[in-house]
């Protein structure tokens, strides 16, 4: 990847947010698009972490959780703005990411999928079972993020659904842009080298375990960052945050559009986000329709929807 594509990836991505509310039919398309965002985020992390060094995570959205937790909790108890949670909840997932990696990065294959899993079923049975402090199932308000306000005082007037859009579009370009310089870089090209082989990662001098942790740090703070700005948009949330389902959705995201393509995973994201707004006129065949599409995709678009269809474009010359 060169930096020109690079450049010209974020280009084509900032273009299409700008275009897409001239075909809005109302302002709630503004917040789909603002929940498109969000998800895309949080796969981007997905991809440094599948599609750069190549390891697996079955529990992701335990970080999310944190993040979104952290949204709710921290403005209440601490006293700090919801601004400055963000922050904590990365900060906070950081170190986890950094005190299990360690040792369950050390498992290969399905062994570390089930490792992952167990984190996430950890934080969402402590999330539920800690009604005290989090609500329980039922969850918690969240406080509002408190830059609308200050915006109106600017003269500029934005409704709930524009603001969220633009915020979390703006998170996602960086997130990617990010991704896209951790891309080109030695430690990218160090993570790419697992991929292919950690052992021969290894005999070139790669610190295989130093890498794989960071890339899983990354994407946990990616993950963490995601669900902050979903808890601040919807006002409320609950332990669903950091279920399994949520863990699994992530993970099909980012194979759907292809692991291996940032710009792939988010339009995988974004895909799989407006399908079930879609496919509601089909009501009870809904989810089967959902797994009939991915299912197809799998077996005719094996390497993700883009890159496939980018390469099928590349070898008819067009």
Request: proline share 4%.
């Amino acid at each position: 990847m060169t930096l020109k594509n690079k450049w010209v990836q974020l280009a084509i991505l900032a273009v299409i947010i700008l275009i897409l509310p001239a075909f809005f039919p109302s302002g709630y398309y503004y917040r789909v698009g603002a929940l498109v965002f969000v998800n895309a985020l949080s796969v981007v992390g997905l991809v440094i972490l599948i599609g750069y060094a190549g390891q697996i995570s079955l529990g992701h959205a335990g970080f999310a959780g944190i993040g979104a937790y952290a949204c709710a909790l921290a403005p209440v108890h601490l006293g700090i703005p919801p601004v400055l949670a963000i922050l904590l909840g990365a900060a906070i997932s950081a170190v986890l990411a950094l005190l299990i990696g360690r040792p369950i990065l050390r498992l290969k294959g399905y062994y570390l999928g089930v490792a992952t899993l167990g984190f996430g079923i950890l934080v969402s049975m402590v999330l539920s079972n800690e009604r005290g402090l989090t609500g329980g199932p039922d969850g918690m308000a969240v406080p509002s993020l408190g830059l609308r306000p200050l915006l109106r005082d600017m003269g500029l007037r934005l409704s709930g659904g524009e603001f969220w859009y633009i915020l979390n579009a703006a998170a996602l370009l960086i997130g990617i842009w990010i991704a896209l310089n951790l891309y080109q870089s030695a430690t990218g090209r160090a993570m790419r080298a697992l991929h292919g082989s950690e052992t021969a990662a290894q005999t070139v001098g790669i610190d295989v375990a130093r890498f794989k942790l960071q890339a899983f740090i990354i994407s946990a703070v990616y993950a963490s960052v995601g669900g902050s700005l979903l808890a601040l948009q919807n006002g409320f949330i609950t332990p669903d945050v950091a279920g399994f389902m949520h863990s699994v959705e992530m993970v099909t995201m980012a194979v759907l559009g292809g692991v291996g393509s940032v710009l792939g995973a988010t339009f995988g994201a974004a895909i799989l986000t407006l399908l079930p707004q879609i496919l509601t006129v089909f009501h009870d065949y809904e989810h089967l329709l959902l797994g009939l599409v991915m299912i197809l995709v799998m077996i005719f678009l094996p390497l993700g929807l883009l890159p496939s269809l980018a390469a099928r474009i590349r070898w008819r010359g067009v």
